[in-house]
């Protein structure tokens, strides 16, 4: 059966219908949706829903996908030097001048730029990012043999990235956001394209059903490894590299340009704003991508009793996934 093609507009009166949450902890001034069991802001939905009745994928096409502050901008920047090794290198890569946030399209946030970067060349293989959760992708996706890499990370981390995160984009002192609140509503799923945990057990399940097209990488093994990790991005994405560039180490240049030493330090990253094209509304200023980018920063957030109850939802809902996340 055909799906019926919504106008902007249909889309943005049918989420006004949504079930709406204000968080407390930013004083009110983030309203989300609740669509189909995820939490996001309106923009966002519009994109989602958007792309769920225009996108069509193509077998070429490759997917960064994560949960928000699970290392994506990262991911993003390892992939866009692997395919476009051939045309730059650490002297003019586009990473000089843009946050990997514009060289990589965000299918919620730019999906008109994606469509339209079709219409014109139907052959653009450049990979495109989504936080959307596996059961709420395209169809198109879901059914097709496209390439699909899905980064994760300690979901400790992950909630301490969260909160200054919002705290930076939406101008909150942090002595007026009790992280205690903002845990509490993390453990509940009441966060941007969450609960967390439908999010990894949706990928996690998806690797196991078809693991040749469904790559997992965890953030801290990157960190640990990341020569391996790269080395086997490149060649699960269709780029794999040759003995002669890992003799003339094309793969460290590559993690030494997309480091968080070298990205945090570029002039575009310390002052520039990053705003995506569907998500007009939603500004944020390219230095809260690069706060820390550390392991175990959680360490200096929780208290004995929230890392024993953020274990213990982890033991009951993710147990059965196989993915490390203590």
Not at 111 to 134: F, G, K, M
Not at 166 to 194: H, K, S, T, Y
Not at 230 to 236: D, I, P, Y
Not at 287 to 316: A, P, Q, S
């Amino acid at each position: 059966m055909e799906t019926k093609v919504m106008s902007a507009r249909d889309i943005e009166e049918m989420i006004k219908t949504f079930p709406q949450y204000t968080h407390s902890w930013v004083k009110g001034r983030e309203i989300m949706y609740n669509y189909q069991g995820i939490w996001c802001h309106p923009k966002f939905l519009e994109g989602i829903i958007s792309a769920q009745h225009t996108f069509k994928a193509q077998p070429s096409d490759v997917f960064l996908c994560s949960h928000p502050k699970s290392g994506t901008t990262w991911l993003k920047a390892i992939a866009f030097a692997i395919v476009t090794r051939q045309k730059f290198d650490e002297s003019n890569t586009p990473l000089l001048t843009n946050i990997p946030h514009n060289c990589i399209p965000s299918l919620e946030k730019n999906i008109e730029q994606i469509l339209e970067n079709r219409h014109i060349d139907n052959s653009c293989i450049t990979p495109i990012a989504t936080h959307i959760p596996y059961n709420l992708l395209p169809e198109s996706i879901r059914a097709s043999n496209c390439k699909i890499v899905y980064i994760y990370r300690d979901i400790k981390d992950v909630i301490v990235s969260y909160y200054h995160f919002m705290l930076g984009r939406l101008n909150v002192p942090i002595e007026d956001a009790p992280f205690e609140e903002a845990f509490d509503e993390f453990c509940q799923g009441i966060n941007v394209f969450g609960p967390i945990w439908d999010h990894l057990s949706g990928f996690a399940k998806a690797s196991l059903e078809r693991p040749e097209i469904t790559l997992l990488l965890k953030y801290e093994d990157m960190i640990k490894d990341p020569t391996s990790n790269v080395k086997r991005l490149a060649e699960f994405i269709g780029y794999p590299f040759t003995t002669q560039e890992e003799k003339e180490g094309v793969i460290e240049r590559i993690i030494k340009m997309c480091s968080f030493e070298n990205l945090s330090k570029l002039e575009v990253n310390r002052s520039g704003i990053q705003n995506g094209e569907r998500a007009r509304a939603i500004v944020s200023e390219n230095r809260l991508y690069f706060r820390k980018g550390k392991v175990g920063d959680w360490e200096n957030h929780f208290t004995d009793e929230m890392k024993e109850k953020i274990d213990k939802l982890i033991n009951e809902k993710l147990s059965h996934t196989g993915l490390a996340l203590k």
